[in-house]
């Protein structure tokens, strides 16, 4: 299945972007095109498990999501249930000044609707990740 790397450097704190991005029941605010609802269903320190609606890949999937947060570096991502079920999402955050770079590595297993993105899958999860990227460096910045 598609294995997908991203980086992107935003003119923002660390902290503020990690905080933004680890903040799961307002990304429907911030976000609206990609996270339609995310509902916490459970958070343990470092552990979140939340129910997510979101759409990937120009697919409207409902997924359960662990999120682990070593803040401000590491955002682990492990999608339990849905479509993507099994993938695994890793989000670094490095400090440089005032800039911020992000690198996402994951490893996408993919199932249900987004089975039919076929051999496409690699290049349209890419390119969803780097829109997702461009509307949190504009909200950010």
């Given at each position: 299945?598609?294995?997908?790397?991203?980086?992107?450097?935003?003119?923002?704190?660390?902290?503020?972007?990690?905080?933004?991005?680890?903040?799961?029941?307002?990304?429907?605010?911030?976000?609206?095109?990609v996270f339609k609802l995310v509902t916490i269903l459970s958070q343990d320190s470092d552990v979140i498990i939340t129910e997510e609606f979101v759409v990937m890949a120009g697919r409207e999937i409902t997924q359960k999501v662990r999120h682990v947060v070593k803040a401000p570096s590491i955002h682990e991502v492990f999608i339990l249930e849905?479509?993507?079920?099994?993938s695994h999402i890793v989000e670094n955050y490095e400090s440089s000044g005032k800039e911020t770079k992000i690198t996402i590595d994951a490893d996408f297993k993919l199932g249900g609707k987004l089975k039919v993105l076929g051999f496409l899958a690699k290049g349209k999860i890419k390119k969803s990740i780097e829109e997702t990227m461009d509307e949190f460096a504009k909200i950010l910045e």
């Amino acid at each position: 299945m598609p294995q997908v790397r991203v980086e992107k450097v935003i003119l923002a704190d660390r902290d503020k972007v990690f905080n933004t991005v680890t903040d799961f029941v307002n990304l429907p605010n911030k976000l609206p095109n990609v996270f339609k609802l995310v509902t916490i269903l459970s958070q343990d320190s470092d552990v979140i498990i939340t129910e997510e609606f979101v759409v990937m890949a120009g697919r409207e999937i409902t997924q359960k999501v662990r999120h682990v947060v070593k803040a401000p570096s590491i955002h682990e991502v492990f999608i339990l249930e849905g479509d993507a079920r099994d993938s695994h999402i890793v989000e670094n955050y490095e400090s440089s000044g005032k800039e911020t770079k992000i690198t996402i590595d994951a490893d996408f297993k993919l199932g249900g609707k987004l089975k039919v993105l076929g051999f496409l899958a690699k290049g349209k999860i890419k390119k969803s990740i780097e829109e997702t990227m461009d509307e949190f460096a504009k909200i950010l910045e």
